[in-house]
């Protein structure tokens, strides 16, 4: 990966106010989860399993992991699901506890022990703007991070961390940019750059939301982490409707990077893109193999199989009747 490094580009501005520790995080887990239906019909995709963990519960332990004790879900209809996981099953826990069941039990528990984790209703599926926007009053006048539970960064990154400090010494919001080829730009918003003295930190002055790939100012695509200033909320109170019908926020980080204050970090890690059903079951199949319980034997099974597919490359039309 090529991350821009300065030459004569002025150092940023560095904010010399006190900056107040980031303790909140806001995960928005409103949306209907259409691509994966007739799965998520009932079911809230954020709750798909990842393995043995649905994909929600992933994000939350990076946001707790990074050091983040306050946890804001915004939900919608039918999302009851996700309220239960992270509340306790004292049925489940009495039933477990009385077989002795250590493992399981501790198992069930930890989701509900992982940060003070709190809920709030989407009332009109109006973007991701509008979701963030209705955590203002939770959220305050303090800075606070966004994770988007589509994109899953493997538990050994540090990304999410490195924002947190990356804040500690800039003024104003970050986002995560990763670059990736120019005919996938049109999946993303995308970030024109600057750079800055900080290796793998970038001046934002510009995102476009789903451009094509010829008018992209960049193969920098934001990807779902962000810190944000809470001078984003006034922003997003008076910013219109944009693509799709939704209020945006590109939009309104494209509002605040035009005055300068929109920074990212370039992330050339593991992140796994469960919002698509081909990436999803990669990403089952990644992280079972990095499972010492799981990983040998089922690293052993997934070898002969791709050796028995003799070509055919996943159709099941060739296979022999039961």
Not at 86 to 110: N, S
Not at 261 to 284: E, I, M, Q, S
Request: aromatic share 4%.
């Amino acid at each position: 990966m090529i991350v821009p490094h300065a030459t004569d580009t002025p150092a940023p501005v560095r904010t010399v106010r006190a900056v107040r520790a980031v303790r909140k995080a806001v995960v928005p887990a409103a949306g209907l989860g259409t691509r994966f239906l007739p799965a998520t019909k009932a079911t809230p995709k954020e709750m798909l399993p990842v393995v043995d963990k649905p994909a929600i519960q992933y994000v939350v332990e990076e946001a707790a992991a990074a050091g983040l004790d306050d946890v804001l879900m915004v939900t919608g209809r039918h999302k009851r699901a996700i309220e239960d996981h992270f509340d306790h099953a004292f049925e489940l826990e009495q039933t477990l506890a009385a077989k002795g069941d250590a493992v399981r039990l501790d198992a069930v528990r930890d989701p509900a022990r992982l940060a003070n984790i709190h809920h709030i209703r989407q009332g009109e599926p109006l973007g991701l703007g509008h979701a963030v926007l209705c955590a203002r009053r939770h959220v305050g006048d303090q800075p606070f991070a966004v994770l988007l539970g589509d994109d899953l960064i493997d538990p050994r990154e540090s990304l999410l961390s490195t924002m947190l400090d990356v804040r500690d010494r800039y003024a104003g919001s970050l986002v995560a940019l990763m670059e990736v080829p120019r005919e996938q730009i049109h999946l993303y918003g995308c970030a024109a750059v600057e750079p800055t003295e900080d290796k793998g930190v970038v001046r934002v002055t510009g995102l476009v939301e789903k451009p094509s790939p010829e008018a992209a100012p960049s193969a920098y695509a934001v990807i779902g982490r962000y810190v944000l200033d809470p001078a984003v909320f006034d922003v997003l109170d008076r910013t219109p409707p944009g693509r799709g019908g939704e209020i945006q926020l590109t939009d309104a980080l494209q509002d605040l990077a035009a005055g300068g204050t929109v920074h990212g970090v370039v992330f050339d890690g593991l992140r796994y893109d469960t919002g698509d059903k081909a990436d999803y079951l990669r990403t089952v199949v990644r992280l079972a193999c990095d499972r010492d319980d799981l990983g040998p034997e089922f690293i052993g099974w997934l070898k002969e199989f791709v050796a028995g597919l003799d070509g055919r490359e996943g159709s099941g039309r060739d296979r022999p009747a039961a």
